[in-house]
């Protein structure tokens, strides 16, 4: 394909730009061969002329489409450059913020500088067992690739993790950890997951520190290999480190900081287990205050070194070991602030002995202060004769020092790396183990040392293995699709490694100087130049001879040699080694000892299947040691190891990227993004695949994306591939752009791109001619719309102007008259105006001319006054100015004569004679000035004195009169205080005749008024009386049928409320049994370990749990299993021992104990509920019967009552509420003491409240009372005045009133008032009658609560402060004491019940004895059974001889009828009888027990019931046939308990004769609790076995099944997608549903309880909601609109097939809301903001997070469709902040509903059911 076919007009291309590294233009004109420029326009519309003729240059890169923008692999793209790598990544990065990108095999990762919600629990389960390129780009991803190949290929694994500082790389690392602690979480009990995890706290403490370019930058290498088991559970791990930065120890350059143990220790100094280390704020200490600010934003040092102690503890590290370590720490700062003094110009120096620093570090290392003293400024000469002692300069001293404190440092961390491995080492066989590796990335810097030339070297090795890898994998890929490969070129880095590390090579100069006595840096750097000057990757630079360049694969560094040998050789002065190896501390001393445990260590090693691990820092040796290694020795030695280990792995390789340098959230630089793309072999990896074939495709998915490109004769074949073949034959002319493998395609790099050109120029075409047909279409159907409506349109307009010209001209002629006439009157009216006008106008002109004259005249005289006094001012101005001149001439003249005799003067004054004369007389005049000054100072001072005294007379006499003058004042206040007190009193008096007085009349004024009102009253209610007696039989018809509504309302509502408690009680419940069927389950897995291991000594782990129902097996009584319980604990404690039993014991008791009380505690509380709500409906009921019956009652005050009782109803009932949440609360939380003071405290509260409450009614009734005693004296005041009025008149009418008024009905409403007064209180003291009862016996509950609690506690308190083995020892001392003590109470109350059994024995008989009697005199009379005549019940029974429904075996027997009827029964074997036969079997059998009343029998039969079904069921845990058989069975065998219980409320739908098989002897209420455990455990196991069939099928059928052909278009795919899809299978929707109708019909012909299937579907339908829009959530590829029309026609199938089966009510198709409401959030429009308003209404279901998360995955299939534009998901997101949504992504699949067994009587017999013979059951007998 030509350059002229590819660069076309409207092509887009990539042009270098010095500010963004590459810019997007298009082409507007055709490119020819030969032309010297190309025509481009860019983004912002400028037009740019590119040169081609200019030397170099090119034509630029081609752009791919925007379809192909945004991919999760950049090898899909289809040109593979550096501009599409750097666009695809900052689209994906800054629009859809994604993070993660593919290159191949390499995970792009680049740093968010912001916390993002998908690392959590969830989102790890959702990339567990997913393959790799299903998923949206994830650490997870690549850490679940590594586990699964490991387990598959069962080879090592190794993830590699690189960049620069600040990209990521630590946490990186971190999350891979997590997740292999998540997945492959130990087995056993040494929680060694956590222990890995919690070696990262303690590592970035000690290792990781403050640069400029990372707030927490790893300052060393390190390699974790976590070691997994046969079963790929973790067992151990191990950790090496490579090059610790020791330098920052003692320098950090500017806004830097030293490691970060050094501030969380100084931030915790005022600990007071840290007194003693004599440390204060960072800022005081010399290395840790060089980088400026020592504190981080937003991190507490604090708190993070709470984190590191924590870790400690958790890795074993003991509590004196930690504070040693700090110890040292501390002892590092103190020694870096030494003051040294220098003398004789610094070349002799000392420390001061007094030195507070200097005794500090001493204390703190244990170590003698002289000799430290001495040794730190002195050194030890050896010569071959004797030795010397030499004092050493300022500087020399200041070195040592600071080398010291490295040395320090650095052997306290190889201890800490070494007791890290020891915690984490194992003693079990390591099978395999992935390593991460967490390593420096390139560096380059302006000044760069020893240690950057050791990081980049580092990575010139680890390049040339990622490159060998790249390189080996593509060629595997070719030689295994049959493709002819051709040897691609690639960049080799091994001439780089040869010049560091070769003979001769950097690193042996390096180490040849270093052995030379007066070896330096500068001749180090002459023998580089000599050596290498000829070699193409070293350079000298042109301006230095202490420098070097080496040239390096992502860039060349220029290298400053000065303290190369000093960090090379890493000295350290043998003297102060030895003071410390003799410290008083052993761990100090241990520090720096020769390594003596090499041969353990490597003993240990060899013991490792696969890579020998030895320690990456070997142990310091003396400084004078001839054969001591090198720093750079060393460090090559741990790599070359490192490297052997790599080579032997599968390497996994993460690239993490920095965005930017200001650490901004998602903004992303391109020169720093591309400068590490170049750095980390990124672009290496495009550039090799580009090389080759790119681009690939399955012939399958090339056939369904270019079929529009096919002819019809090609699609008619059948043979897809040979169809492909045809089709690129006939489009790409040359060969060579393409290859066909065994299963794919194979494209050159473009080729992609142009028959997506080809496509869309197809689909183009197509739609224009579309377009054309329906527009044509479209406008001859509006031309003739248009043409009719202008015809009619036309007609009505000229029949209008027509009417319109006619009454135009009669109007104009109307018009013409109106005109004339007008304009005459407008004429007229205006020349009068005009005239009156004009005659105003005149006279006031001839006025103003006339004042006019006047004014001018005034104003002339006027001026003459002024010129006259303007005249004489002027005058005498010009006089002062002439005296004012001459006064300034006389002053000149009169200073220059004093200036001249001034001058005659000071000459004067200069001579000699003068002074001389002046100087006579002045000493005696100073010496007589001398002596009065003295003078006046002697007076002065006795003035003063004497002054002194007097204020002090003066002062006391002051005060004596102050006394006096208060005494005096005091006795005057007194009888002055007398004296008012008398005025006032007779002032009170007079004021209270007066007020007396004035009340009076007041209250006479008032009872005026009030007796005016009283009438006035009176009048109106006769009024009121005659309108009230209207409405009232209306209104009391609403009354009640609003009481109706009200009452069937509430009940509603409660009803309501008792469903969602007893659901949130159900759900609690099943909770813990699940938790008990899971410790069930690992009890049996642990004692399967402990009959493996039996044989091996060592440490042997405890069971974790003990089966309740093997318990309750073991139990001897029926009704109580506590006895039981404490039997098979001692059996337990004998046969396995104390230690293993007690923990389960305790743990099972308790359990038990606290369901029981659950239990009791809810029906309690259900009961008083149901006593409530009784008197609530009596007294509503009462209510209305009143209501009815007093129908004259007024018609407010019924209300009124109505409205009272009402609202006392709701208080009662919200306070019962109230104390069932606090029971609740209570029954649920810990059991402390401050939860029962709340819960008490919550009860007196309410109790007070009810108190005031019913004395605010009390009073209410009070005021009541005396309104209708008042209304009452008024009615009969009135009734007396009506009959003195009638005696009078018998035709009088009530005063003030118009009106006749009833007596009857005001007499009839007083006694309704009355009854209802008093039938208030009596509610009122019925309610609170019961209120006090409830809170005596809640107070009671309380009570005794809190003394278990307090018994509890104090056994607690006593456990902690013991070891652990006592403590296991103690708590089974405990628990069998308490046993023991509730097994005595037990046998004191049997005791009592033998007694009482026996006395109604002997009544028994003596009542048989008359019964008999009485039979032998009256045969023929029938006798009447008691109640309590049960045995002779059973005596009559046994006279028939039809068929009872009993079956008699022997106790022998037992065992046979277990293994029959349940260990070895098929589901086949009774398919065709009756369903759940063996529970009727078993019923019958316990029923034959119960009637010969056999207790024993009856617990033998039902524990063996239980432990059979278990048994059965852990052995088929993965039949869900065998699973739904046994749940159907023991829910029937539950419901025969329930039905036949003898309990009324079971038997409500019982015939006669099934009433007739009820038992007769025994309660088994326990058992039927326990078959209900039984039973939940059973429908858990259901729910995961079909969980565990449908799962693979669920992405695959609901998103990825193509349920209508043709729909989707597949878009090209990466590296990773087709490598994880080379063997896949792929489920249809159809098979789903056939494996749902499978499971439909076992669960059908097994007789499973109807609400039972419906709970099952519902549970199943949410788990394919949850993992299907989960993995809609991680994936791009199926977030698209043709996806999502697939997934709704996909649900439709599912929602069809539940209405088909019926279990539309079962709720399952609610649980397939969210994922249909993400279908059609797929579906719709996505542009304006109508658009988005309408998504936030459909999308209810789905978070925010969710909405925005699709939106942001939203990927078009078609260039014809767009993309969802960052504005429209930011709009989103405004409209939706609202919502208080829960901050998860993604939706627990594991959640689990709350199963409900409900009641379900058989209608079938015991006496009709048959025992077919293929039972074996011969030996049951029919009773």
């Not at 993490?656 to 998602?666: A, M, R, S, V």
């Not at 009680?1065 to 008990?1076: A, F, G, I, T």
């Not at 509890?1352 to 296991?1368: G, K, N």
């Not at 079956?1447 to 065709?1472: C, F, G, H, M, W």
Request: charged letters at 30%.
């Amino acid at each position: 394909m030509s350059a002229a076919q590819l660069y076309t007009k409207y092509t887009r291309v990539w042009i270098p730009d010095p500010d963004e590294v590459w810019r997007s233009a298009e082409i507007i004109k055709d490119y020819k061969e030969g032309d010297k420029s190309l025509q481009l326009k860019l983004e912002d519309e400028t037009l740019y002329e590119y040169p081609l003729d200019l030397p170099g240059s090119e034509l630029p890169f081609l752009r791919n489409p925007d379809i192909l923008v945004g991919q999760n692999d950049l090898t899909a793209l289809s040109y593979l450059h550096e501009p599409a790598v750097l666009h695809n990544l900052k689209v994906r990065f800054l629009e859809s913020n994604h993070i993660y990108t593919y290159c191949g095999i390499v995970l792009v990762a680049i740093n968010p500088y912001e916390q993002l919600p998908i690392y959590e629990q969830d989102v790890i389960y959702a990339y567990s067992g997913q393959n790799m390129g299903d998923m949206d780009p994830h650490i997870f991803a690549v850490a679940e690739e590594a586990y699964k190949q490991m387990a598959r290929d069962e080879k090592n694994q190794s993830i590699i993790v690189s960049g620069e500082s600040g990209a990521g790389k630590t946490v990186s690392a971190k999350y891979a950890m997590r997740f292999f602690a998540t997945v492959g979480g130990s087995a056993s009990e040494t929680n060694i997951e956590a222990k890995v995890l919690a070696s990262s706290p303690i590592m970035e403490a000690i290792g990781n520190a403050k640069t400029t370019r990372n707030d927490n930058s790893s300052r060393f290498g390190k390699y974790i290999q976590i070691g997994f088991d046969k079963r790929y559970h973790i067992i151990g791990a191990n950790m090496r480190t490579y090059l610790l930065e020791k330098s920052r120890v003692v320098f950090q350059a500017e806004d830097e900081r030293n490691y970060h143990i050094f501030y969380q220790l100084c931030a915790s100094s005022s600990l007071p287990e840290f007194k003693d280390l004599g440390l204060t704020c960072a800022e005081d200490f010399f290395y840790t205050s060089q980088g400026g600010d020592t504190s981080i934003d937003g991190v507490d040092d604090a708190v993070d070194f709470e984190k590191t102690r924590h870790a400690f503890t958790l890795l074993g590290v003991k509590e004196s070991h930690q504070m040693t370590i700090f110890r040292i720490i501390a002892a590092i700062l103190h020694l870096g602030n030494l003051k040294i003094q220098g003398e004789r110009d610094g070349e002799v120096c000392s420390v001061s002995s007094e030195d507070e620093h200097l005794s500090n570090f001493c204390s703190l290392l244990g170590v003698e202060h002289s000799q430290m003293q001495h040794w730190l400024c002195h050194r030890k000469l050896v010569t071959t004769a004797e030795t010397y002692v030499k004092s050493m300069s300022l500087h020399q001293v200041v070195n040592a020092r600071n080398a010291l404190a490295k040395h320090i440092y650095a052997q306290l961390f190889n201890w800490i790396v070494q007791h890290v491995n020891k915690a984490l080492h194992t003693t079990v066989k390591q099978h395999s183990f992935i390593g991460v590796l967490d390593i420096y990335g390139f560096e380059t810097f302006e000044v760069n040392s020893f240690e950057q030339f050791c990081i980049n070297y580092a990575n010139e090795k680890l390049q040339q293995q990622f490159n060998s890898h790249v390189f080996k994998l593509e060629q595997e890929e070719y030689m295994k699709e049959g493709i002819p490969w051709t040897l691609i070129d690639f960049y080799d880095n091994q001439p780089c490694i040869d010049l560091i590390e070769a003979k001769l090579g950097i690193l042996d100069l390096l180490d040849e100087e270093c052995k030379v006595p007066k070896g330096t840096d500068q001749n180090w750097a002459q023998k580089l130049y000599d050596r290498h000057a000829a070699s193409q990757h070293f350079q000298k630079p042109r301006m230095s001879n202490t420098s070097f360049i080496v040239l390096h694969f992502a860039d060349k560094v220029e290298y400053q040699s000065e303290g190369f040998l000093e960090k090379n050789r890493d000295t350290v002065y043998e003297e102060q080694i030895n003071i410390l190896k003799a410290s008083k501390y052993q761990m100090v001393a241990d520090l720096f000892q020769e390594d003596k445990d090499a041969v353990p260590a490597a003993a240990v090693a060899k013991r490792t299947p696969r890579i020998n691990v030895r320690s990456a820092k070997p142990a310091f040796k003396a400084a004078n040691k001839e054969h001591r290694k090198t720093v750079g020795h060393q460090f090559r030695n741990s790599l070359q190891l490192l490297m052997e280990t790599l080579n032997a792995t599968t390497p996994h390789y993460v690239r993490c990227i920095k965005p930017n340098d200001e650490k901004l959230p998602f903004k992303f630089d391109p020169k720093r993004a591309v400068q590490q793309l170049r750095a980390c072999g990124v672009l290496e990896t495009i550039r090799i695949s580009a090389a080759g074939f790119p681009s690939r495709w399955s012939y399958s998915d090339f056939f369904n994306r270019y079929r529009v490109l096919m002819n019809k004769r090609d699609l008619s074949k059948n043979d897809k591939k040979q169809i492909c073949q045809t089709l690129l034959e006939d489009l790409i002319k040359d060969p060579d752009k393409f290859q066909f493998g065994r299963t794919k395609i194979f494209f050159r790099a473009g080729q992609v791109a142009y028959l997506e050109k080809l496509r869309a120029d197809k689909f183009r075409a197509a739609t224009i001619m579309i377009q054309k047909t329906v527009r044509g279409w479209l406008q001859r159907a509006r031309y003739q719309r248009l043409r009719r409506a202008t015809l009619a349109l036309q007609r009505y307009a000229r029949g209008h102007l027509a009417r319109r010209l006619f009454q135009h001209l009669r109007r104009t002629r109307a018009a013409i008259i109106l005109q004339k006439q007008y304009r005459m009157l407008r004429m007229r009216r205006a020349f009068l105006r005009v005239r009156s006008a004009t005659l105003t106008i005149q006279a006031f002109a001839r006025g103003m001319f006339v004042r006019r004259i006047y004014h001018q005249m005034l104003t002339e005289h006027k001026a003459t006054i002024l010129q006259k006094y303007a005249r004489g001012w002027l005058a005498r101005a010009r006089f002062r100015r002439a005296r004012a001149a001459a006064v300034v001439l006389q002053c000149h003249w009169r200073r220059l004569r004093a200036r001249r005799q001034l001058q005659a003067l000071r000459i004067e004054a200069r001579s000699a004679q003068h002074l001389k004369k002046l100087n006579i007389g002045m000493e005696n005049k100073v010496v007589q000035l001398q002596r009065k000054v003295d003078e006046q100072n002697k007076e002065n001072k006795l003035l003063n004195e004497q002054l002194s005294m007097l204020t002090s007379a003066h002062s006391s006499e002051v005060e004596k009169l102050k006394k006096e003058l208060q005494q005096y004042q005091q006795t005057q206040q007194g009888d002055g205080k007398q004296l008012l007190s008398l005025q006032e009193e007779m002032e009170k008096l007079r004021m209270e005749l007066e007020r007396a007085h004035g009340e009076r009349e007041v209250l006479e004024d008032s009872h005026g008024k009030e007796r005016d009102l009283l009438r006035k009253r009176i009048s109106d209610l006769e009024e009121e009386n005659a309108l009230l007696k209207q409405e009232k039989e209306e209104l009391n018809n609403r009354i009640l049928c609003q009481s109706e509504d009200e009452f069937a309302r509430n009940t509603v509502e409660e009803n309501m409320q008792m469903k969602k408690e007893l659901e949130e009680e159900r759900s609690r419940y099943q909770n813990l049994v699940k938790e008990y069927a899971s410790l069930e389950q690992r009890y049996d897995n642990l004692r399967d370990e402990m009959t493996i291991f039996k044989q091996t000594p060592g440490h042997r782990r405890n069971p974790s749990n003990q089966s309740s129902l093997e318990s309750d097996s073991n139990n001897p009584s029926i009704c109580t299993s506590e006895i039981g319980d404490t039997e098979d604990v001692i059996q337990q404690v004998e046969e396995i021992g104390m230690e293993k039993a007690a923990m389960d014991m305790t743990l099972f008791l308790k359990l038990q104990k606290r369901v029981r009380e659950l239990e009791l505690e809810r029906k309690k509380l259900q009961a008083q509920l149901e006593k409530k709500e009784q008197d609530s409906k009596k007294s509503q009921v009462i209510e209305i019967k009143t209501e009815v019956t007093s129908e004259h009652e007024d018609f407010a005050y019924n209300s009124l009552k109505r409205q009272e009782l009402e609202s006392e109803n709701k208080k009662l009932k919200n306070e019962l509420n109230e104390l069932r949440k606090a029971i609740a609360d209570h029954a649920t939380q810990n059991n402390s003491s401050n939860d029962v003071q709340d819960g008490y405290n919550l009860l007196l509260n309410q109790l007070k409240s009810a108190n005031e409450e019913l004395e605010v009614r009390k009073e209410e009734v009070l005021i009541l009372r005396s309104q209708i005693m008042k209304a009452a004296q008024q009615k009969e005041t009135g009734k007396n005045m009506v009959k003195e009025r009638e005696s009078i008149s018998p035709n009088a009418s009530w005063p003030n009133s118009d009106r006749h008024v009833d007596q009857e009905d005001a007499i009839e409403a007083y006694q309704g008032m009355c009854e209802t007064n008093r039938l208030l209180e009596a509610q009122l003291q019925d309610q609170r009658r019961e209120h006090e009862e409830e809170m005596e016996a809640l107070k009671n509950q309380v009570d005794l609560m809190q003394e278990e609690l307090e018994k509890q506690q104090q056994a607690f308190l006593q456990t902690l402060q013991l070891s652990p083995e006592v403590q296991v020892e103690f708590g089974l001392q405990q628990e069998i004491t308490r046993l023991t003590n509730e097994n005595l109470d037990l046998k004191e109350l049997l005791e009592k019940s033998e007694k009482n059994e026996k006395k109604l024995k002997k009544q028994l008989k003596i009542y048989m004895k008359k019964v008999q009697d009485f039979e032998a005199s009256h045969t023929m009379v029938p006798v009447e059974r008691r109640p309590h005549e049960r045995n002779m019940q059973v005596a009559v029974q046994r006279k028939e001889k039809d068929f009872q429904g009993m079956l008699e075996y022997y106790k022998e027997d037992e065992p046979l009828l277990i293994r029959n009827l349940i260990t070895d029964l098929k589901p086949q074997a009774v398919s065709a009888t009756v369903p759940c036969l063996p529970a009727y079997i078993l019923y019958m059998c316990i029923r034959h027990a119960d009637y010969i009343n056999d207790d024993q029998k009856v617990h033998s039969l039902l524990t063996s019931t239980i432990n059979g079904v278990k048994k059965v069921l852990k052995k088929h845990q993965d039949d869900f046939e065998m699973t739904s058989f046994w749940l159907a069975n023991t829910c029937r065998l539950l419901h025969c308990l329930k039905q036949y219980s003898g309990e009324e409320g079971f038997m409500t739908q019982n015939t006669a004769k099934q009433n007739e098989h009820c038992l007769k002897n025994f309660d088994l209420t326990e058992y039927r609790q326990v078959l209900g455990h039984v039973s939940i455990q059973i429908y858990q196991q259901l729910i995961n076995i079909a969980e565990g069939i449908l799962q693979p099928m669920i992405v695959s059928a609901v998103l990825e099944n193509e349920s209508i052909q043709g729909l989707s278009s597949v878009k090209p795919v990466g590296y990773r997608k087709y490598a994880s899809n080379a063997g896949d299978s792929s489920y249809s929707l159809d098979e789903m549903i056939r494996q749902l109708n499978t499971f439909h019909s076992i669960m059908c012909d097994q007789g499973l309880d109807p609400e039972i299937i419906q709970q099952v579907f519902k549970q199943l339908f949410y788990m394919i909601n949850a993992i299907a829009l989960n993995n809609l959530l991680l994936r791009k590829d199926v977030c698209s609109w043709s996806t999502g029309m697939q997934l709704r026609f996909n649900i439709s199938q599912l929602e069809e097939w539940l209405r088909g089966k019926n279990l539309q009510q079962s709720g399952a198709a609610q649980t397939l809301e969210p994922l249909i409401q993400a279908a059609q959030l797929l579906q719709l429009k996505k542009k304006t903001s109508e658009d988005a308003e309408a998504i936030c209404s459909l999308c209810t279901s789905l978070t925010t997070q969710q909405i925005v998360k699709i939106l942001n995955l939203y990927t078009p299939v078609n260039e014809f469709e767009e993309r969802v534009t960052v504005a429209f998901i930011r709009n989103i997101q405004k409209q939706l902040q609202e919502r208080n949504d829960p901050p998860q992504l993604l939706l627990d699949f594991k959640h689990m509903f709350p199963v409900l067994f409900p009641f379900n009587p058989s209608a079938i017999t015991m006496d009709s059911i048959h025992l077919p013979a293929s039972l074996n059951l011969d030996f049951l007998n029919k009773v």
